[in-house]
């Protein structure tokens, strides 16, 4: 199976600020990869699909890039309401498989 | 508003059985491929299994789950089922019910999206 590696484990992000999270696959997952977001006590929710498109709804500072083995997620200014885990998932292979995720927490 | 709303979790004893229920609203439930996913306590997400429409057919699971759990549907009443059978205490985990989404319908595997609010499932002596 593929596995996905996230980076950082822990961001420490100040508001306003950008946001940076990494997300790799242990082999090519296409451009086939989603990025959710998890606030505590909460179900994740899509934010992005097809690597790159924003799911409905979701504001047009997240941003997601790459294909093939990277992946990026963007937030190019974080407000209060980002601070949550965010975690990939690569839907190219079978089974589909999720990073460890990223906590983006306020600096 | 797709929507989903799962129901059933609790405490079990190791080796035993649990099911759970997911209510589906807002599309057509008999059209969706349905997965659920489950996260263990403080950790990541990690896929159980998937049921197609009734039109494609089929079940296949995780490795980890396969041969104790069963994921079925009724689709007179838009609900997705989860057979836990023989538990183990790494079982215990939030599961959630998911729709699966696919840019196609000739892709194999998608995304998921909505997510239900989750159901505990503890399993311990």
């Known amino acids: 199976e593929i596995v996905m590696t996230q980076s950082p484990a822990t961001l420490s992000v100040s508001p306003g600020e950008r946001a940076t999270l990494s997300c790799r696959a242990s082999q090519s997952a296409s451009n086939n990869l989603a990025w959710y977001q998890q606030k505590p006590g909460q179900a994740p929710r899509l934010l992005i699909y097809?690597?790159?498109t924003r799911a409905t709804g979701i504001p047009a500072r997240f941003s997601g890039s790459g294909s093939g083995t990277e992946f990026t997620l963007t937030i190019s200014s974080l407000q209060s309401e980002d601070f949550a885990v965010y975690f990939c998932q690569q839907y190219n292979t079978w089974p589909r498989t999720f990073g460890q995720g990223t906590k983006v927490e306020i600096k | 508003e797709m929507q989903v709303v799962e129901s059933g979790g609790g405490l079990v004893k190791p080796g035993g059985s649990l099911r759970l229920s997911c209510g589906a609203s807002?599309?057509?439930?008999?059209?969706?491929?349905m997965s659920w996913v489950r996260q263990a306590p403080g950790k990541g997400l990690e896929w159980v299994g998937r049921?197609?429409?009734?039109?494609?057919?089929?079940?296949d699971y995780a490795a980890p789950v396969k041969g104790r759990f069963i994921i079925s549907r009724d689709d007179s009443i838009d609900t997705l089922y989860l057979q836990l059978n023989s538990l183990q205490t790494d079982d215990t985990a939030v599961y959630y019910c998911?729709?699966?989404?696919?840019?196609?319908?000739?892709?194999?595997?998608?995304?998921?999206?909505?997510w239900g609010q989750g159901t505990l499932v503890t399993v311990s002596s």
């Open positions: 097809g690597a790159s």
């Open positions: 998911v729709v699966d989404k696919r840019h196609t319908s000739a892709d194999p595997e998608g995304w998921f999206d909505p």
């Open positions: 807002g599309f057509t439930f008999s059209h969706a491929w």
């Open positions: 049921i197609k429409s009734k039109t494609d057919g089929g079940t």
